[in-house]
């Protein structure tokens, strides 16, 4: 204090000499004295320097970690982490000049200097006073930080005194929230210490250690750390902590919140995977108290990601007890809970355990509170994930107005809850009921809004959803009125393939239930020879879309002349050798309609294209077989396309196909191996009279 004083006075001198001085000497800058240089402070905000970082790449939503993150260190490991091991966003560190500092900053300071220099009567006595202050404040948090406050704290979490662990482990608790103390502890290897706390046989120590550990861990070094220094099996063995006579169970809330933290890295999932950790979170889910059971979910809704993990939810029934949580009227809970089920319904089983679960019906009740877009992404995307596949789930959503509701949303919700939206509606527009009340709730003006987007997973789920909806006549009209064909015309030049293969699928509908469907397509100028050109791709959906467009497209003579003058059949031909059963099945198709236009069948036989597809009859696919007899037939109607088949020895398979239960495969069959004996016998007739 003597010294503070002494500081202060000789700063006062200096500044009054300096004001007597103002007309015959320029004015001098205040300087500190040699106490406060020596902390590193200075009468400007100093200028941080940032850290050495690479920026990290991050997969476009589904998931977990929804919002990619700022940037790690340059020691961080790459190989330690996964596509969602993203940092938290770094917030940008703004506070006043040092003259501005309030005091609180100045006494937290002093405060600090005693916990290294005093006894330890005097390191509890400032640990309790530093507790006076609210450390959630960032001012406060850089007053711990910025005079080594934090080295002073991690190095007290190694002493043998339990009380200087605690209070030390409470600051630190309250100061880990701020994004730039994370950082710095683990520039410093906070988490060794930490870690260690995990095993003391004190209850609150080891409650606070794992709080702790929860905030650093939403830094990725800090979760990497933990996992390395045995984290992740301690925290493992907080979830078995018996609960209290009231039910309170803090310690095993503390360590779910830190397991929380950590799943976000591949590896810490596989070890608590490891560590058999999900019958213990099926036994917390049970226990009935929501502070518990909000990090619990939080875990399921990480972990759900990985099948073994999915499979084991299941043999343990977690999936009813995460429908449970649907009911409870906790907000948190049951956004959490609503991710966990978008993740665990990828597995056909959970959709049919959700719905006998009762979980349909909140999931719709919930879709009412859309001004809260965390809940709706979510609820969107189990409701999608559940709707997958499942017809008896779309009846149910069907039943519960959820298409109205979702239309409402295409409106008012993010890009990340859009996504969702249209990805669910284009589940239920599979039913025809849905598709007209998509209509009926103005459900195509939006979603074709959307097409003007940048956004590609968004794109390529509102061209699924507008596919889907253009199987109605009178959607379709709607669609063609609102300029929609154009813009899914369009998006057949985006660069990203699967944007590419959406809207190809789309447009085929568009065009099977337009009204003038062959002069529709030609006014798009340049159009026809881009679908056409796109079967230069190498992306098979993109083949296999392009050829279930163009089977459309050849449908109208006109435009069957245009697209073989860009050279369609030797574009197709080139594809026929392909394994891949769908692309089978549509090549076929636009094959099989391409023939109509004379010239193409020999066309097809002379680039080598028969033999191929005689081939495609030996497929496990009935479609396939549908397809290539189609194909067939229209081939056979050309003489040396004959004699071709008989020689890849297609007559054995058809005579099989004409036994088949599809009267139309039937009739293929029969027509293509009659087309054959008739050239068989007409040789015969001319070469025996």
């Not at 330890?120 to 850089?142: G, H, N, Y």
């Amino acid at each position: 204090n003597n010294n503070n004083n002494s500081g202060s006075s000789s700063s006062a001198q200096r500044a009054g000499k300096t004001q007597d001085s103002t007309s015959t000497t320029s004015i001098k800058r205040l300087q500190p004295n040699e106490r406060w240089a020596n902390l590193g402070l200075s009468l400007e905000v100093p200028q941080r320097k940032p850290a050495a970082s690479t920026s990290r790449p991050t997969k476009a939503r589904r998931a977990s970690a929804r919002r990619p993150g700022g940037a790690v260190s340059e020691d961080y490991n790459v190989s330690d982490s996964d596509d969602s091991d993203v940092e938290e966003e770094a917030t940008e560190e703004r506070r006043p000049a040092a003259s501005d500092l309030p005091a609180e900053y100045w006494s937290i300071q002093k405060l600090v200097k005693y916990l290294s220099g005093g006894n330890e009567t005097a390191t509890i006595i400032a640990l309790c006073s530093l507790r006076d202050f609210d450390l959630t404040q960032e001012m406060c948090q850089f007053a711990v930080r910025d005079v080594g406050g934090l080295d002073v704290l991690v190095n007290l979490l190694e002493t043998d005194d339990v009380k200087c662990r605690i209070g030390a482990l409470q600051i630190l608790k309250d100061i880990s929230v701020n994004y730039q103390v994370k950082q710095t502890m683990a520039d410093m290897d906070a988490m060794r210490p930490l870690t260690a706390c995990l095993k003391h046989k004190n209850d609150q120590l080891k409650s606070l250690a794992a709080a702790t550990i929860a905030n650093c861990a939403h830094f990725a070094r800090n979760r990497i750390e933990v996992r390395r220094n045995g984290g992740i099996e301690k925290l493992v063995d907080l979830l078995r902590s018996p609960a209290k006579p009231d039910g309170d169970n803090e310690m095993a809330r503390c360590g779910a919140m830190a397991l929380w933290s950590c799943s976000k890295n591949r590896k810490n999932k596989e070890r608590m995977f490891a560590a058999n950790i999900v019958p213990l979170l099926a036994s917390l889910l049970q226990s009935g108290d929501i502070a518990l059971a909000v990090p619990v979910v939080g875990i399921v809704e990480q972990c759900a990601v990985r099948p073994d993990f999915r499979r084991k939810f299941l043999a343990q029934g977690v999936v009813p007890l995460i429908v449970t949580n649907l009911h409870k009227d906790n907000v948190e809970l049951q956004t959490h809970s609503s991710s966990a089920i978008f993740k665990l319904a990828e597995d056909p089983e959970v959709r049919a355990l959700v719905r006998n679960s009762n979980g349909l019906t909140p999931l719709a009740s919930l879709l009412a509170q859309s001004s809260n877009s965390n809940l709706q992404w979510g609820v969107t995307g189990a409701i999608w994930m559940c709707c997958m596949d499942s017809p008896e789930n779309v009846d149910a959503f069907a039943g519960l107005k959820v298409v109205e509701q979702l239309v409402a949303h295409l409106g008012s919700q993010p890009e990340d809850v859009l996504v969702n939206v249209a990805g669910a509606l284009s589940e239920l527009a599979s039913k025809d009921t849905c598709r007209k009340a998509v209509r009926a709730g103005g459900g195509i003006e939006p979603l074709i809004r959307l097409l003007s987007g940048t956004n590609e997973s968004l794109l390529v789920k509102v061209t699924r959803a507008l596919g889907k909806c253009a199987q109605d006549v009178e959607n379709m009209v709607q669609i063609d009125k609102l300029d929609g064909v154009r813009l899914l015309w369009s998006l057949l030049k985006s660069p990203n393939p699967e944007v590419q293969a959406s809207a190809a699928w789309a447009l085929c509908p568009c065009i099977q239930y337009a009204k003038n469907a062959g002069e529709m397509v030609r006014s798009f100028v340049g159009g026809l020879e881009l679908v056409v050109g796109l079967l230069r791709s190498d992306d098979a959906e993109v083949q296999a879309s392009v050829c279930a467009a163009i089977a459309q497209i050849a449908r109208d003579e006109e435009n069957l002349a245009v697209i073989t003058d860009h050279g369609v059949v030797s574009l197709l031909s080139n594809l026929s050798n392909t394994r891949d059963d769908q692309l089978r099945r549509w090549l076929a198709e636009a094959v099989g309609h391409c023939c109509s236009w004379s010239s193409n069948r020999a066309a097809f036989g002379e680039c080598h294209a028969v033999g191929p597809i005689v081939k495609y009859l030996k497929s496990k696919d009935t479609k396939v077989h549908k397809s290539a007899a189609f194909a067939l037939n229209e081939l056979s109607k050309y003489p040396g396309n004959c004699v071709t088949m008989h020689e890849a020895g297609v007559v054995a398979p058809l005579l099989d196909l004409v036994g088949s239960d599809d009267e139309q495969l039937q009739e293929y069959a029969a027509k293509c191996i009659a087309n054959i004996r008739r050239l068989a016998l007409a040789n015969e007739r001319a070469k025996y009279g």
